[in-house]
T-cell receptor, first 117, second 111 residues
């Protein structure tokens, strides 16, 4: 199993550009989520999904869109990049099984380091 | 609301012990613990559930006090490999789909 795969590993954007961060998992996990990590602020939840066709907002959803058309994939779209979106982005998945993250660990991808100039 | 971790940082010598605390102003149903090394992804350590059930590494010790709404992670006889940033995470009370993390505790173990 590859686990959770994120692409690209690094990306530089100019203000106003759009792009999609890819996330795929091969563990048949129902639950997937996106976090951003900024120095001194820990991990902040952007969006999450408890199954194909179901998404919901996290703590910091503004400026980001997601969709979940398959169990395996959970792409994150930046609509119009801003310097404030410079961060490291982590995708994570969990078996979930109806209990969300209550009793299931998160498996993280290796992250995408995004810089917006 | 995010859980609060303390201390923010701790420096240990090999073999010393340390405790990392995680507290919440709201009811806790479960607490996750993760460790992240510099430049890497967070790695799962354990989950503590109401009622005393634990899932995770046998060598990691932690407690969960439901009444006090807090959890503690115990680093015993620390090794160099324990260095990293430790995060606790708690599911939001309105949705177990929202796992919210504390700001992290940086642990440095020196020879």
């Amino acid at each position: 199993n590859a686990g959770v795969t994120q692409t690209p590993k690094f990306q530089v954007l100019k203000t106003g550009q759009s792009m999609t961060l890819q996330c795929a998992q091969d563990m048949n996990h129902e639950y997937m989520s996106w976090y951003r990590q900024d120095p001194g602020m820990g991990l902040r939840l952007i969006h999450y999904s408890v199954g194909a066709g179901i998404t919901d907002q996290g703590e910091v959803p503004n400026g980001y869109n997601v969709s979940r058309s398959t169990t395996e994939d959970f792409p994150l779209r930046l609509l119009s990049a801003a310097p404030s979106q410079t961060s490291v982005y982590f995708c994570a998945s969990s078996p979930g099984q109806g209990f969300g993250t209550y009793n299931s660990p998160l498996h993280f991808g290796n992250g995408t380091r995004l810089t917006v100039t | 609301q995010q859980p609060v971790q303390s201390p923010q940082a701790v420096i240990l010598r090999e073999g010393e012990d340390a405790v990392i605390n995680c507290s919440s102003s709201k009811a806790l149903y479960s607490v996750h613990w993760y460790r992240q090394k510099h430049g890497e992804a967070p790695v799962f350590l354990m989950i503590l559930l109401k009622g005393g059930e634990q899932k995770g590494h046998e060598k990691i010790s932690a407690s969960f006090n439901e009444k006090k709404q807090q959890s503690s992670l115990y680093l015993t006889a620390s090794q160099l490999s324990y260095s990293g940033t430790y995060f606790c995470g708690t599911p939001a009370t309105d949705s177990w789909g929202k796992l919210q993390f504390g700001a992290g505790t940086q642990v440095v173990v020196t020879p």
